[in-house]
């Protein structure tokens, strides 16, 4: 074996494990033996964000003081964006990462081994994750991930556009202008729905109305909410960057015609944050908003005690049977 291979075979091997030295005593004798502790994995895609988080706020240093280096920087954000973009689309499942020093809880969904189902257990009354987890229990399903679904009314029904199937349940398209400080109504706002052939979209209320219209769209399930977080990779025009609005924040966003990103802040994040992290961290062409203070998400192997709230409707990831 050659010297430069025999190197490369060690480091390798002491890159793999921590060597401790355990003491046995044997007749007054001391006998140092080995010992092999698999050194943690390192998370990537949280590297990836860190460098994401950190560069972003040297080009916006750069910005306020006409300092030199922006194009540099530039580049290589453009390289990590890159990164995320391809990280994002090979994740499946849960996970909980940090994003400019908020906690996120995210769960992948992919449709060609997850079914996405919204649920009004009982219209006009309050549910919680848990009544929704012993449901799809009951009925020989695994929950994987459940989030309050978009907002209500004080009789806990959906606030807009709802569709539910097995059993059917609907109630309308919400396509007024009210001027109003209720999120719901802070334009555009949109609706996320799972097609007749299990694909999933986001669109705007303008946009989805159209496409009913014109008999484009055959939905299987939908909820409406708002506001849109990202509209055709574009943030929201209303978020204010460095705004102090912080509350809990949950939403979803489409990564490709088979991969959907849930997410909830654990702590305060104000809207333009929210949408970055779906528009970058999740390359989201489109995302939306679904309610704020009061989310909540049931993460089955991260936050498996989280089964409270109470919600009007709610959505669930299972996997499929």
């Known amino acids: 074996m050659k010297k430069t291979t025999l190197i490369r075979l060690i480091f390798l091997l002491l890159s793999a494990v921590l060597i401790s030295f355990v003491v046995i005593k044997d007749n007054k004798k001391t006998v140092p033996t080995f010992k092999l502790e698999a050194i943690p994995k390192v998370d990537s895609f949280q590297i990836f964000i860190d460098e994401y988080c950190k560069i972003s706020k040297t ?8 300092g030199d280096g922006k194009l540099q920087h530039e580049k290589a954000l453009k390289s990590i964006l890159a990164k995320l973009k391809l990280h994002s689309e090979q994740m499946n499942g849960s996970k909980a990462v940090i994003f400019n020093g908020v906690k996120y809880s995210i769960f992948v969904a992919n449709t060609d081994s997850d079914q996405i189902k919204l649920h ?36 806990y029904e959906p606030e807009g556009l709802y569709i539910e199937e097995n059993p059917l349940k609907k109630y309308s398209l919400d396509v ?24 999933p979209h986001i669109d705007t209320t303008k946009e989805f109305a159209r496409l009913q219209r014109l008999k484009k769209i055959k939905v299987k399930v939908a909820t409406q909410s708002g506001p849109m977080l990202v509209i055709n990779g574009r943030i929201h025009q209303a978020f204010v960057k460095g ?4 509350k809990i924040r949950g939403g979803v966003g489409i990564i490709s015609s088979k991969k959907v990103v849930f997410a909830c802040t654990v702590g305060g994040s104000n809207f333009y944050d929210f949408g970055l992290f779906m528009r970058d961290v999740f390359n989201c062409k489109n995302a939306l908003f679904l309610d704020g203070a009061i989310s909540k998400m049931y993460l089955h192997d ?20």
Do not use: C, H
């Not at 929704?132 to 009951?138: A, F, H, N, P, T």
């Not at 989030?147 to 009789?155: K, Y």
């Open 302 to 321: 991260i936050y498996p005690e989280e089964t409270g709230g109470q919600f009007g409707p709610v959505i669930s990831v299972s996997r499929k049977k």
């Open 120 to 155: 009004l257990l009982r219209p006009k009354y309050k549910s919680s994750l848990g009544d929704v987890k012993s449901y799809l229990e009951s009925q020989n399903f695994k929950p994987l991930m459940i989030t309050n679904a978009g907002m209500f009314t004080a009789t």
């Open 243 to 246: 705004s102090t609005n912080y």
């Open 59 to 66: 080009i916006d240093s750069i910005n306020k003081t006409n």
């Open 176 to 199: 007024g202008d009210q001027k109003s400080s209720f999120n719901f109504y802070l334009y555009p706002n949109g609706v996320f729905y799972m097609d007749a052939k299990n694909t």
